[in-house]
């Protein structure tokens, strides 16, 4: 090893006098260490930023249930339009009585005016339902339209249909809306036609495009579910963040509100629509439509496992200054929640309340739950004395799930130093760690797992994102912070990039993942980083070392970040590389002690750098290359040397992929 290291000190001074030295990254081939969990790269989905309402729940009419606390928030009475409050459905029992002008010309009816806009495609097909009736007989045709209100006044109607209401009970109604023309900012137009007295009561109307992620009814937006799934994430984590500890107690996240009908399902307060008094949201609202049910099927159809994060009897620390938590002695129906929670994911369909819910709702076969995470940024001992008797009685009742604890909102610090050190003595499986810093602070932290203690609970990156200067920059700082996870995948077996969605018409906190319009989604350069790691995360960590040292971009290290795995999948050790500097650099990976029986058939190169042709996207300026560079290595016996040159602030993977000797 010595005589390694001399030669390495050797050629540097040799090349002194040059511009750049070549950095020499060894890579043991060999040694193929640590597992890589499956679960290391994820999503964390919460709604903020009408992530959910106006964003992935497909849901096009806001206020569908006249639930928001100003019952026609959204929409627009003209006619004879009155607010009841004894509908059908108890948790949301606002609706509209429509009563009869008596007259073919004056008309009665709603407007909706959808999540900034009701949007449509050419050719689409969009179904609405509504609930119904005639409370005093007769037959009252509803005729429902989707409208563009064109700036001179006059309504082009794009799709028309017509409900005809002839009971005095209430039932649902659908129908399918084609529409003539594609359209962003459309209305939904309801028109009762009735000449006489007649009225009629309508309730819960709701429209969708047809075609949502895998056909679902209650469904996803396509293109956002689909931009998830191409991330191929190993986990889901969901639904918060701080929507789970609400501001108070009675907006805390319930995961009980958001199973069975949808009509049913109570719309609460969004706490991001005033948690920032400069953005403030007046309109947000959640329905619950995307509730716990849609989570375990999106996460099993996107192949994550779901962690979903329960509250612990707890308000948001943040928000609310009074710390009105449940008292401790009171907990009592909170644990019941995270055990029913498992029952409802795992429970036998037969056998058990909220399995057989779940078998109700279209899912007897388990969802085959995992993992619970008990509150999210909670701190001090209020956090811990609360989280003993979900540990106690999870343990007891449902001792495979993993549990996972918190560390607070602070990437370190007493508090986190404290949290950690009780977790451990919970004996917790994983903890939670959140950082929004600044790219010094991701470029410091590289390292940050190779001194953590192995035989303490694992990490779970649950939140985190850089906040620096542009999208690209603070990409490239992730994905040198990422390597860092890479190496580290003893410790760390879970991370997700939060938050995950943005509207672009209307968000609260960014940087984002993901945005959005209604008809066009942006995806960002920590995205790409994103998938980039996610799609080429191998199955074991291989050690490596940069001109004899521990890499971690350290002093002397050229701002070079690196890691290596070994992919038993596709039999290949992949390296990534990350350049952070301004200059370009020259480094040559050593892949030493390949096993004895195999060589290399090729080597693939992805490169991820700035594309200087792309001007004034605040979401994404990189490109991402693909090639192959099997012609630039060099094979000696069992060694293989590639020199590449890195590009000013790139992530490069090289990908050397083997074929058995026969
Ligand atoms: O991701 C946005 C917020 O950041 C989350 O709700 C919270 O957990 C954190 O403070």
Avoid at 35 to 63: C, H, Q, R, V, W
Avoid at 317 to 322: I, K, P, S, T
Wanted: contains cysteine; glycine residues 8%; proline residues 4%.
């Amino acid at each position: 090893m010595k005589i390694k290291y001399a030669i390495t000190l050797l050629s540097i001074v040799l090349t002194a006098g040059m511009s750049v030295a070549q950095t020499v990254l060894d890579i043991r081939a060999d040694k193929i260490g640590a597992g890589i969990s499956p679960t290391m790269y994820g999503i964390f989905f919460e709604d903020i930023n009408y992530g959910a309402d106006g964003g992935l729940y497909a849901e096009m009419i806001k206020n569908r249930s006249f639930e928001f606390v100003n019952p026609l928030q959204g929409w627009k009475a003209f006619g004879d339009v009155e607010i009841k409050t004894d509908g059908p459905f108890e948790n949301n029992p606002h609706y509209v009585r429509l009563r009869s002008m008596g007259h073919a010309h004056k008309v009665t009816g709603i407007e909706n005016e959808g999540y900034f806009g009701v949007s449509v495609c050419k050719d689409a097909d969009y179904r609405l339902s509504l609930w119904a009736r005639a409370p005093k007989g007769g037959i009252g045709r509803l005729k429902i339209e989707i409208v563009d209100p064109t700036p001179d006044g006059y309504y082009e109607v794009l799709a028309r249909q017509v409900v005809e209401v002839a009971s005095s009970e209430w039932k649902k109604y659908t129908s399918v809306l084609r529409s003539q023309k594609t359209l962003e900012k459309g209305v939904m137009r309801l028109v009762l036609e009735w000449q006489n007295d007649g009225m009629v009561d309508v309730e819960h109307i709701s429209l969708f495009p047809v075609e949502t992620w895998k056909g679902h009814e209650n469904g996803l937006r396509k293109d956002l579910a689909e931009a998830l799934c191409d991330l191929k994430p190993g986990v889901f984590r969901f639904p918060g963040g701080c929507i789970v500890e609400g501001t108070a107690m009675d907006d805390r996240y319930q995961w009980k509100n958001t199973v069975g009908p949808v009509e049913n399902r109570p719309t609460i307060v969004n706490r991001w629509q005033y948690s920032f008094p400069d953005r403030l949201a007046p309109d947000y609202y959640q329905s619950n439509g995307l509730g716990f049910y849609e989570y375990f099927l999106l996460a099993e159809e996107i192949g994550a496992e779901p962690v979903p994060v329960l509250n612990v009897g707890m308000v948001c620390q943040c928000q609310n200054g009074a710390y009105a938590h449940a008292p401790v002695d009171s907990l009592c129906r909170f644990v019941d929640d995270a055990v029913d929670l498992v029952e409802f994911a795992n429970g036998d369909a037969a056998k058990t309340k909220w399995g057989r819910l779940r078998a109700d709702m279209g899912h007897p076969a388990p969802f085959g739950l995992k993992y619970v995470a008990l509150g999210n940024e909670q701190w001090g001992r209020e956090y811990v004395d609360r989280m003993k008797p979900f540990v106690d009685r999870l343990r007891s009742v449902c001792p495979d799930i993993k549990i996972i604890g918190g560390s607070g909102p602070s990437s370190d610090g007493d508090e986190f130093d404290m949290l950690w050190r009780e977790m451990d003595r919970m004996a917790v499986d994983l903890v939670d760690e959140h950082y929004y810093r600044d790219e010094k602070w991701f470029l410091g932290n590289a390292s940050r797992y190779d001194g953590y203690d192995r035989k303490a609970p694992k990490v779970f990156a649950g939140e985190y994102a850089c906040h620096g200067s542009g999208s690209y920059r603070s990409a490239i700082c992730e994905a040198a912070f990422m390597t860092g996870l890479e190496r580290n995948a003893d410790v760390v077996l879970m991370a997700t990039y939060a938050p995950l969605f943005a509207n672009k018409k209307a968000w609260q906190w960014g940087p984002d993942l993901i945005w959005f319009d209604n008809s066009d989604i942006s995806l960002t350069d920590s995205y790409e980083i994103q998938r980039l790691f996610s799609l080429n995360k191998g199955t074991n960590v291989v050690p490596v070392t940069m001109d004899g040292r521990p890499v971690a971009g350290q002093e002397g290290q050229n701002g070079l970040y690196a890691c290596a795995v070994y992919d038993k999948v596709t039999d290949s050790y992949v390296i990534k590389v990350v350049n952070v500097g301004n200059e370009s650099q020259d480094l040559r990976l050593d892949l030493e002690k390949l096993p004895a029986k195999s060589k290399i058939k090729d080597v693939s190169r992805i490169v991820f750098s700035k594309d200087e042709s792309i001007t004034g996207n605040r979401f994404k300026s990189s490109k991402t290359e693909t090639d192959d560079v099997t012609g630039g290595m060099v094979v000696k016996g069992r060694n293989a040397e590639l020199s590449v040159t890195l590009a000013p602030e790139s992530f490069a993977i090289y990908r050397f992929s083997l074929s058995s000797r026969s």
